[in-house]
């Protein structure tokens, strides 16, 4: 790895770092930057997944004062953890043809969700009008989906995340930031370890990327919070409509 390559994989942990916070989808940032430093595309997902990491954890740490109190965040980390396995390991063992069609359908029908929360909760029902046993299932099987999609691929989980979250959770968008940004760490966690004992990383990539996400995860969150909800939504859904775009152009071509 020469200078150049050092510099393009810094900037662009740097702007995943940011942009995973504030609306997830940093991964098509640091992406195609391992691409074009000349990582096969299987070890360059694989590593991309790992160096993203500490920005998620970055993240939660500047959104703490979001994060709900209560056994709610508790009783999710299970089923997070678990569907990112299952994830990280139907990516080391099949091909991802199949998957790279279908994900920009879920990350376009995620952001359609966000986009149009207010209908929808209309027509299901909104959150404080579930039964306790009907949300805790729905959120269950929101995450565990996102989950299995984290493990698997991660780009545009942040959108996936919080859609699911905001249609389910009687919480402001903020809040539901938080929530977003500590389960990604999870998935983030989970494919670390799962990657780094069974998946060709590239660790010098790592290396370079990961410290940059570290901080542009703690400002993306500090930015999120300065947010009107209004305008994090709008940022949001444009950022989930241009990577499922780009996203179905990529597996249609």
């Given amino acids: 790895m020469d200078l150049s390559h050092a510099a393009l994989l ?53 959104s703490r004062a979001d994060l709900p109190r209560g056994r709610t965040l508790a009783l999710l980390v299970p089923t997070t953890v678990l569907g990112t396995i299952a994830g990280s390991l139907v990516l080391l063992a099949t091909p991802a043809r199949a998957f790279e069609v279908a994900v920009p359908f879920l990350v376009l029908g995620a952001t359609a969700v966000l986009a149009f929360q207010d209908p929808l909760r209309r027509l299901v029902g909104h959150p404080r009008d579930l039964s306790p046993r009907r949300r805790t299932i729905t959120l269950q099987a929101m995450v565990a989906v996102g989950a299995v999609y984290g493990g698997y691929f991660g780009a545009a989980l942040g959108v996936m995340l919080v859609a699911g979250l905001a249609l389910v959770l009687d919480a402001t968008l903020a809040q539901v930031s938080a929530i977003k940004n500590l389960l990604s760490a999870v998935v983030g966690l989970t494919t670390l370890v799962v990657f780094a004992l069974f998946g060709p990383v590239h660790w010098a990539a790592v290396a370079v990327v990961a410290p940059a996400t570290l901080l542009g995860g703690y400002v993306g969150a500090k930015l999120v919070r300065r947010l009107p909800p209004v305008v994090l939504k709008t940022v949001i859904v444009i950022f989930g409509s241009v990577i499922g775009l780009y996203l179905l152009w990529r597996a249609l071509r």
């Fill in 10 to 62: 810094l900037a662009a942990g740097l702007a995943a770092g940011t942009v995973n916070a504030v609306a997830g989808g940093g991964s098509l940032i640091t992406f195609p930057a391992m691409i074009a430093v000349g990582l096969p595309p299987v070890p360059a997902n694989v590593s991309n997944s790992v160096a993203v990491f500490p920005g998620y954890v970055a993240s939660v740490a500047g």
